[in-house]
């Protein structure tokens, strides 16, 4: 139950029923026990419950489980003093025999750009005899990308593909991929793509690999590629909702209105669940370009199949509104944003922002603030947000 709620990132579930087992049903924790448990805790309360939580763990009970998942909290804070004094505690106990370990400093030192720390763990694990694993050269390689630096890339691609004890999955190739893309070496990076895709037959995830096939295409910006992988796909599986808003999001970044419709219309006549998330792709898109009008037809036909319109709807359409004028209903279009909102999330700034500029650079600064009076007479947003926005008018 514990690691089937932590997939679906159920992090608080999953610590309530940690402790149900314990305290409830009177199962004696085990080593692996603890070691969830600190990462539940970390992710529910924060590093300072977890400290909390470890002075209360006897002893007897403090074995590599414990040091290594209070490691990855630290790793994860970018505590690096408390990360190599827990690391070097670790080394003193002699639990230091495998890449776990090293693979959360590798990572700390990598979000805090110190290379030179990261050979120096590769360096060590060398003279100990311990075997690098695929996460520890990956991280290695995207420290050389952050770098700007393609040989050093090159060397670690070829360690991983020559290691006979590593097994690349296709996240590893994506990564790669990924990498090499951001560094502009676009034909390596399709090398990487070419063999992703030749574990098509074999996936256990080939929606996830799809998605992920799209998007690296898109970046390198071979729209052709787009149509050849989504129909070699059609071939060998019935794609859902989430592939269609892969394929279209690819699309979009070559602005291929066109080809995004094309796909909506094959998505709609295939019967499957009316996801919202799906026609915003083009209601954003025509509002976007004035065409509020089939954007609202897009809109109605969305809520005549039964569709529930997420706030990303809205916003694009309070978008729309205030482009052709209509203040009134880009009000109410925000005020329905915002009913649904997730707590702390305010999705509509980037339209607030165009709101604001598009009658900037119409020269009518009064219709601006006279959107930011209406939005604070409304109650849409916070005195604190609405005083931003009078920041950004009058700058």
Not at 24 to 48: A, Q, T
Not at 155 to 161: C, D, H, Q, V, Y
Not at 289 to 304: C, I, P, Q, T, W
Request: net charge neutral; charged share 25%; aromatic share 12%.
């Amino acid at each position: 139950m514990i690691k089937s709620l932590k997939d679906y990132r159920r992090y608080k579930h999953a610590l309530e029923v940690s402790y149900w087992m314990t305290d409830k049903r009177c199962f004696s924790p085990e080593y692996s026990d603890i070691g969830v448990r600190i990462h539940l805790i970390f992710k529910v309360k924060g590093l300072e419950e977890v400290e909390k939580y470890i002075n209360s763990i006897p002893q007897q009970f403090k074995g590599f489980q414990t040091y290594s998942a209070l490691l990855n909290c630290y790793a994860s804070e970018k505590s690096v003093e408390k990360a190599e004094a827990i690391m070097q505690k670790v080394k003193d106990m002699g639990l230091a025999h495998n890449p776990l370990c090293y693979s959360f400093m590798m990572k700390m030192y990598y979000r805090t750009g110190d290379w030179e720390k990261m050979d120096n763990m590769m360096n060590e694990m060398e003279g100990k005899g311990i075997n690098f694993d695929q996460f520890i050269l990956i991280i290695r390689l995207s420290a050389y990308a952050a770098a700007g630096d393609s040989d050093g890339m090159d060397k670690i691609a070829r360690m991983l593909e020559s290691d006979k004890r590593i097994t690349l999955n296709w996240n590893a190739y994506s990564i790669i991929a990924e990498k090499y893309l951001n560094v502009g070496q676009v034909e390596k990076a399709l090398t990487m793509l070419n063999k992703l895709e030749g574990m098509l037959a074999t996936s256990k995830n080939k929606q996830g690999l799809l998605g992920v096939l799209l998007n690296l295409y898109a970046q390198a910006g071979k729209k052709e590629e787009l149509h050849r992988v989504w129909d070699l796909f059609k071939q060998n599986l019935r794609i859902y909702n989430k592939g269609y808003i892969s394929m279209m999001n690819s699309l979009m970044k070559f602005d291929d209105i066109e080809g995004v419709e094309q796909i909506f219309e094959e998505w709609e006549s295939g019967g499957l669940s009316y996801d919202f998330r799906i026609p915003n792709f083009l209601i954003g898109a025509y509002c976007r370009n004035g065409l509020l009008r089939k954007a609202e037809a897009l809109f109605d036909r969305g809520l005549s199949k039964g569709g529930v319109p997420t706030v990303i709807t809205w916003c694009h359409l309070a978008s729309g509104y205030i482009h052709e004028d209509q203040v009134s209903k880009a009000i109410e279009a925000l005020n329905k944003a915002m009913s649904i909102c997730p707590p702390k999330f305010i999705p509509s700034k980037e339209t607030l922002r165009t709101c604001v500029e598009y009658w900037e650079n119409q020269g009518n600064v009064e219709k601006a603030e006279e959107f930011v009076r209406s939005l604070e007479v409304e109650g849409v947003f916070s005195s604190v947000f609405c005083e931003k926005l009078w920041c950004f008018i009058n700058k």
